[in-house]
């Protein structure tokens, strides 16, 4: 006799999986996987960990450029007026730190050819310790690292 039960599979990353994001948020994540184009590895990630009502967050976006030298600028403008270059992370890198109303985060643009990706690394928490914001960076940069030569 066969029975049926529900069965579900984690959506999967292309870039990073569940255990490295929970190691980089603190604790066990939830992920969702969009698929932002059919006919490519296009996609956004995003990993969420909550803990004593802060939600800590990994964003990852991939979108191939059909012109990369004219499409990228405006992935550069999501870092602002003042973006700081990075050096060894893909082609362009740059960061910033990024403030709203509901939080904080670190944030990385960069490109591999003509794939542009966005890592974001936040907490839902403002005037953090310049402790906080620095792991912050240094977290934001080590996943675009990882994102950049998953690209290569």
């Not at 990993?47 to 600028?73: D, W």
């Not at 082609?91 to 990706?117: D, H, M, P, W, Y």
């Not at 403002?126 to 620095?134: D, I, K, S």
Request: proline residues 5%; hydrophobic residues 35%.
């Amino acid at each position: 006799m066969l029975t049926f039960t529900d069965c579900w599979a984690e959506a999967n990353c292309p870039w990073i999986n569940s255990a490295t994001a929970s190691g980089i948020l603190g604790g066990p994540v939830n992920v969702t996987v969009t698929s932002t184009n059919k006919n490519s590895d296009d996609a956004t990630c995003n990993f969420s960990f909550q803990e004593r009502g802060v939600v800590y967050g990994l964003h990852i976006a991939v979108k191939t450029m059909s012109s990369p030298n004219q499409e990228f600028a405006s992935f550069k403008q999501e870092c602002g007026p003042d973006p700081t270059p990075l050096k060894a992370i893909g082609n362009e890198a740059i960061e910033c730190l990024v403030e709203s109303k509901t939080g904080q985060s670190a944030r990385v643009v960069g490109r591999v050819r003509e794939r542009a990706f966005i890592v974001e690394v936040s907490a839902s928490t403002r005037n953090a310790p310049t402790a906080a914001r620095n792991a912050q960076r240094e977290k934001a940069k080590d996943v675009a690292e990882q994102v950049s030569e998953c690209l290569y």
